[in-house]
């Protein structure tokens, strides 16, 4: 790997991926361990939580509402330590805005922990967070009784406005969001009654599960959760397993590049999250997934996976994309080596994410030479089988961590070397991706 400028040299990598690796802990996971961690009364101890640039902007907003945060970096590169939450006494009305970086999940879930305290906190965000839809969270905060400010805003920087008085809700969420889902929940956990929340597809249940270990019953089934307050949380211990988007990068490496077999341990097998491995088995990958055990309610295990010559295109279905939603960059880009079309059904949320990833990955494949194309909601992929890497290929990752990820595995897997612009932004959600997967190709 060379720098020049914002550009990163990514070189093919010299041998197969072999062996086992770990990935770092989940970041959906991560987020609310420590957020869930600083609602509560007394100590939570914390472990294996991933110490990324999302996840700190989680830690650092704890910090600014008063909860006592020390975190400390351990040798496998996980954070591990205590957090003692506010509790009864509530968050305390920070000295200035709070910025939520690059983190969609910081921020959303941060309006439903706000929402039900008497404070006025202001929040904000990176260039990109600025452009993401807010909309979606302020609508039932404000049905159960916040208010935001500028009235009207759709977009931060915004400030939360909660209150004690909280009404609960019924709400039908307009599209499957587990940040809408949990900040609603949240929220509800202070208001008097049950809230519920209703979601047109399964979207990630960490919350529905996690908030039980702090003490507060959660009822879900298919497409439905709730919560009955009021409620309190109480300390509790937290395992963060393996983050499965993460380890996706690598099974989709192993099975793109030749001779590889590889096994990724204590990744978290959540079925709301590994929705990507089924589509690889549908595309005909050799992968294969084994339970190991379970971090309070999360269940994990190990994904294996080889190199796969003969992938085929297939279809993923609309009620299925929630549990791949972030893995869709890197599945286009498998998709782009199988013969045949490949088709996601329903993949709009894709345009409102750190960028628009629908169009960035049209344009990055087309740097490939790979036919990919938008049908109202839905992305094709036309595969080619023996898919060559055009000589200085050069991707712009939009500062968009999972395509800078995923533009990097086009030469890490393929035949020639790519540039892959603002690769920094791997920092967001994955630190070490490139050297898990240089280790693993030694
Ligand atoms: O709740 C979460 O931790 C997340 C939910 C998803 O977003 P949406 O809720 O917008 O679908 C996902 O894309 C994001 O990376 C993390
Ligand atoms: C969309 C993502 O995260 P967030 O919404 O938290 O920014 C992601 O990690 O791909």
């Known amino acids: 790997m060379s720098h020049e400028a914002n550009a990163t040299v990514v070189n093919p990598l010299p041998a197969p991926l072999r062996g086992s690796a770990s990935v770092p802990g989940d970041k959906s996971i991560s987020h609310r361990a420590v957020l869930f961690a600083a609602m509560a009364e007394g100590t939570s101890r914390i472990a294996g939580v991933l110490d990324s640039e999302d996840v700190r902007s989680s ?11 020390s975190l400390e970096k351990q040798p496998d590169g996980s954070l591990a330590g205590g957090i003692t939450g506010w509790g009864a006494a509530g968050p305390s009305q920070p000295d200035g805005p709070i910025d939520c970086g690059n983190s969609g999940t910081t921020v959303r879930l941060l309006m439903g922990v706000l929402a039900p305290w ?20 302020t609508a039932p ?3 159960m009784g916040a208010r935001f400010e500028p009235e009207g805003r759709e977009t931060l920087p915004l400030a939360v406005c909660g209150s004690t008085g909280l009404r609960a809700i019924t709400y039908d969420a307009p599209m499957a969001s587990a940040q809408l889902k949990t ?3 949240l929220a509800g956990v202070y208001a008097h009654g049950t809230t519920t929340l209703n979601e047109p597809s399964p979207s990630r249940n960490h919350t529905e ?10 009822t879900a089934a298919d497409r439905t959760a709730s919560v009955t307050g009021p409620a309190k949380l109480e300390a509790c211990e937290v395992q963060v397993p393996g983050d499965p988007s993460s380890a996706a990068f690598l099974v989709c490496a192993a099975v793109l590049k030749p001779g590889s077999s590889i096994q990724v341990e204590n990744v978290s097998l959540n079925t709301a999250r590994i929705g990507f491995t089924r589509t690889l088995e549908r595309m005909g990958a050799d992968i294969s997934v084994r339970h190991t055990g379970a971090a309070g309610k999360e269940p994990y295990g190990i994904v294996s996976a080889c190199y ?27 998709a782009a080596h199988a013969r045949g079309v490949t088709v996601f059904r329903e993949v709009s949320e894709l345009r409102v994410k750190e960028t628009d990833r629908l169009a960035a990955i049209v344009e990055g494949l087309e740097t490939l030479g790979v036919d990919a194309w938008i049908d109202g909601n839905d992305l094709f992929v036309e595969g080619q089988p023996g898919l060559q890497v055009p000589a200085g290929a050069a991707f712009d990752s939009k500062n968009d961590h999972r395509l800078a990820m995923t533009w990097a595995l086009a030469g890490l897997c393929g035949n020639a070397s790519v540039e892959v612009d603002n690769f920094d932004s791997v920092k967001i959600s994955y630190p070490q991706f490139l050297s898990d997967i240089e280790r693993l190709a030694r």
């Not at 830690?59 to 945060?69: C, D, H, N, P």
């Not at 295109?313 to 939603?325: F, M, Q, R, S």
């Open 59 to 69: 830690i650092k907003a704890v910090s600014q509402l008063g909860a006592q945060v």
């Open 209 to 218: 599960l996690m908030l039980p270990e702090f003490g507060v019953t959660t």
């Open 141 to 143: 905060l404000m049905k």
């Open 183 to 185: 900040a609603v929940l």
């Open 118 to 137: 008497n404070v006025r906190v202001e929040l904000t965000g990176d260039e990109s967070l600025q452009r993401r839809p807010m909309r979606r969270i």
């Open 308 to 334: 796969t010559p003969a992938l085929h295109g297939c279809e993923v279905p609309a009620d299925k994309i929630a549990t791949l939603v972030d893995e869709v960059p890197v599945l286009a880009l498998v």
